[in-house]
C-alpha cells in the first residue's frame, strides 16, 4: 500500500520506512517559525525549560515582526523588542525586522527559506502556506513552538489524506481564491480538522505558484494540518532561483490510500463569496449580488492575496479611475520585496491615485490589530482569510471574503460587485 | 494530575472560534489574568462578568478552531475557567490547551446533556462528568496513549527536558 505526499514527507523526517494515519510520531524540523506574538509567549516557555539556553540550530529559525509593527503601542514594542532581543541573543540568522521582511508566509518563501519535501513548524496557523512548494508546514501554539526551538523535533499525528481534484479551465475573473472558496465551503470549517488536503488535477497544474499560496492558506479554514501540492517544475524553478540548497521532490504513490476524494469542476465556477459569520458560509456571486450589499472598507492584502500578482489584478481594474466616494480601500503588500516591486511596477502610484491608502507590510488589519479596524455597524470585503464575529475588529461589524479582482470590483462602485461585470464594460 | 472540579455551566454553540474567545486586539497581552479579563469577549460580553471560578464551558463541535494563538487557551485558564467541554475541539487547541494545561473533555453525550446553569463535577483523571443538578454522569472521550503520558509527564515542557537530558 502506498503513501500519501505527507505520509512520504512525514516518514523520511521521522527516519520510518512507512506510516499510517493516526500514528504518533517524532519528526525532525527543517524551519521553525514565530512572529512576535507566538514568540513572546513561547520565548518565555523555553526560559523555563530546564537544560535548554540555546536553540537547536540557530540557521532552522524564522522571526518575523508583523502583527503589530510598526508597534501600534507600548505593549506592542515590548513584545517586538522582545523577540529581537531573543534573535540577537541566540545568534539568530533569519530575523526579519520592520522594513526588511513583512508578513512572514509571503517573507519566507521569497527567501528561500522553503524547499519542498522540508517539514515546516510555525506558531501561526497559516504556517499551511508552505505546501504550496510541497513542504509539509502546519501551525502550532506557543508551547510546541518553544520544544521545536530547542529539540528540533515535534510530536505528531499523521493525519489521514483528502485529495481534492480540481479539473477544467477557469473563466476569465476566476482565481485561485475563488477555488479555495469554494473548497471552504464543500468541506465546512471542520470538515478537514485533523486532516491533510492534498490538490489535484490540471486547473492547479496550471495555476501560478502564487495561486497556490492562496489555496494551501487557507486549508486551515476547513481546519486541516496542512494543505500540500506536488511540486513541479514551476515550484522547482521557483525554490532553485532563491535557494541552492538540497531538497527532495517526491511524489504521493499512484496506490495512495485517501480518506476522500472531492472532485471539483472549475469551468463552470463563478467568482465565490464567504459571508458573514464564516469562511465556508460560501455562495457564488450572482447570489450575493442580487441585493446591494454596501461596503464601507475595501482591503487587499494578507498572507492569503498579499503577493504582487494581487496587487497587479487589482492595480488594472483600478487603472485611471477613482473608487467609490462611499468606501475607503486599504492595500497592505505582503513583504518589502512585494512593496518594492509594486512600487517599481508604478502600482502604488496607480492604487494612490485611485484613492486607496497603501501601508507597509503587516498582519494588522486581517486580525482587527490595527491599521484598518472595523468600528460596530461597518462592513467590509476583503481578500483575507477568516471572517468570524469580532476578526477585523467591533464584533457588530461584517466581513465578507474575495478575490482581489472581487475586491477591487467592489471598490469602484462601493457594493460587492462582480468582477466580470467590469469585464463586459470593457473595465 | 488534577484534582476533582466543580463548578457551574456556560452552555455555548458550535464552532467557537479563536477570534471569539480572546479578540485579535488583545492578542499583544501575555499575562494570563489580563487575558482572563477578556475571556470569550467576543461570543459572550458578560461572560468574565457572570463567570464565578471554577466554572465550565459546554460546547458544541470544532471548539476553538481558527488562529493557533495560544493565548486562547490561557485566557480561559486566566478567566477561572476549570474546564471546557465540548463535542469536538480544533486540533490546534486541543494541543495549546493540553500543553497549558487547561483540562479538556471531549463527549458529545456529556454536551447533550448539560444545560446551562447546571452545576458539575468532573475528574481530568478518569474523564467522568457528573451532572449534579440532573443527577446523570458521562465519560469523556480518553485521550491517546502518547497524550496520557504527555499529560502524566505534567505537560510538554518537562516531556522536553527528558528529551533534552536523554541526548546529553
Known amino acids: 500500500m502506498g503513501m500519501t505526499l505527507t505520509e512520504k514527507i512525514l516518514a523520511r523526517h521521522a527516519g520510518l520506512d512507512r506510516v499510517e494515519p493516526g500514528q504518533i510520531i517524532n519528526a525532525n524540523v527543517d524551519l521553525v517559525l514565530a512572529n512576535e506574538l507566538s514568540a513572546a509567549v513561547a520565548i518565555g516557555v523555553m526560559r523555563g525549560i530546564k537544560g535548554a539556553d540555546k536553540v537547536f540550530d540557530r540557521d532552522k529559525i524564522a522571526l518575523v515582526e508583523d502583527h503589530f509593527v510598526p508597534a501600534k503601542d507600548a505593549q506592542s514594542a515590548k513584545l517586538a523588542k522582545l523577540m529581537k532581543d531573543f534573535a540577537a541573543e541566540q545568534q539568530i540568522t533569519h530575523f526579519f525586522d520592520v522594513g526588511r521582511g513583512g508578513i512572514e508566509h509571503v517573507v519566507l518563501p521569497e527567501e528561500g527559506l522553503v524547499a519542498p519535501g522540508e517539514l515546516i513548524v510555525g506558531g501561526d496557523s497559516h504556517t499551511c502556506t508552505y505546501g504550496a512548494l510541497g513542504a509539509f508546514a502546519t501551525g502550532m501554539g506557543s508551547t510546541d513552538i518553544a520544544a521545536a526551538f530547542v529539540l528540533g523535533e515535534v510530536w505528531l499525528k499523521v493525519p489521514a489524506t483528502i485529495k481534492v481534484v480540481y479539473d477544467g479551465e477557469l473563466q476569465p475573473m476566476v482565481f485561485a481564491k475563488d477555488l479555495m472558496l469554494r473548497t471552504v465551503g464543500e468541506l465546512g470549517i471542520d470538515g478537514a480538522t485533523y486532516r491533510a488536503i492534498e490538490y489535484h488535477g490540471s486547473t492547479v497544474d496550471n495555476l501560478s505558484i502564487t495561486g497556490r499560496f492562496t489555496m494551501a492558506n487557507m486549508a486551515i479554514e476547513a481546519g486541516a494540518k496542512n494543505g500540500i501540492f506536488h511540486a513541479d517544475e514551476k515550484a522547482i524553478a521557483f525554490v532553485k532561483e532563491r535557494t541552492n540548497r538540497p531538497f527532495v521532490a517526491e511524489r504521493a504513490d499512484a496506490d495512495a490510500v485517501y480518506e476522500r476524494v472531492i472532485a471539483i469542476d472549475a469551468s463552470a465556477l463563478e467568482p465565490q463569496v464567504a459571508c458573514p459569520h464564516t469562511p465556508d458560509n460560501v455562495h457564488p456571486i450572482s447570489q450575493v449580488t442580487r441585493e446591494d450589499v454596501h461596503v464601507d472598507q475595501v482591503f487587499i492584502g494578507s498572507c492569503t492575496n498579499g503577493y504582487i500578482e494581487d496587487l497587479r489584478i487589482v492595480a488594472k481594474i483600478l487603472a485611471g479611475k477613482k473608487i467609490s466616494p462611499s468606501v475607503r480601500v486599504i492595500v497592505n503588500p505582503g513583504s518589502q520585496k512585494v512593496w518594492m516591486q509594486a512600487a517599481t511596477e508604478g502600482i502604488l502610484t496607480t492604487l494612490a491615485a485611485a484613492g486607496c491608502a497603501v501601508n507597509t507590510p503587516g498582519c494588522g488589519a486581517c486580525f482587527g490589530g490595527h491599521m484598518g479596524t472595523l468600528g460596530d455597524g461597518e462592513r467590509a470585503i476583503s481578500t483575507t482569510n477568516r471572517n468570524y464575529v469580532g476578526r477585523m475588529g467591533s464584533p457588530k461589524a461584517e466581513v465578507y471574503l474575495a478575490s482581489p479582482a472581487t475586491c477591487a470590483a467592489s471598490a469602484l462602485t462601493g457594493k460587492i460587485t462582480d468582477p466580470r461585470v467590469l469585464e463586459l464594460a470593457g473595465v | ?168
Not at chain 2, 458550535?14 to 480572546?22: E, F, G, R
Open chain 2, 1 to 168: 494530575m488534577e484534582t476533582t472540579l466543580r463548578g457551574f455551566v456556560h452552555k455555548y454553540g458550535k464552532n467557537v472560534d479563536t477570534d471569539v474567545i480572546i479578540p485579535g486586539k488583545y492578542c499583544n497581552i501575555i499575562d494570563p489574568v489580563e487575558l482572563g479579563k477578556h475571556a470569550l469577549e467576543g461570543l459572550d460580553p458578560d461572560y468574565t462578568a457572570k463567570m464565578k471560578k471554577g466554572d465550565v464551558i459546554v460546547a458544541d463541535t470544532n471548539f476553538g478552531c481558527g488562529s493557533s494563538r495560544e493565548v486562547a487557551p490561557i485566557a480561559i485558564k486566566g478567566s477561572g475557567t476549570s474546564a471546557v467541554i465540548a463535542k469536538s475541539f480544533a486540533r490546534i487547541f486541543y494541543r495549546n490547551a493540553l500543553n497549558i494545561g487547561l483540562p479538556i473533555f471531549e463527549s458529545p453525550e456529556a454536551v447533550d446533556g448539560i444545560e446551562s446553569g447546571d452545576e458539575i463535577e468532573l475528574d481530568p483523571a478518569t474523564g467522568v462528568i457528573k451532572n449534579m443538578t440532573k443527577g446523570t454522569s458521562f465519560k469523556a472521550a480518553e485521550f491517546p496513549p502518547f497524550m496520557r503520558q504527555l499529560i502524566e509527564a505534567g505537560g510538554l515542557v518537562p516531556y522536553v527536558e527528558q528529551r533534552l537530558a536523554k541526548r546529553i
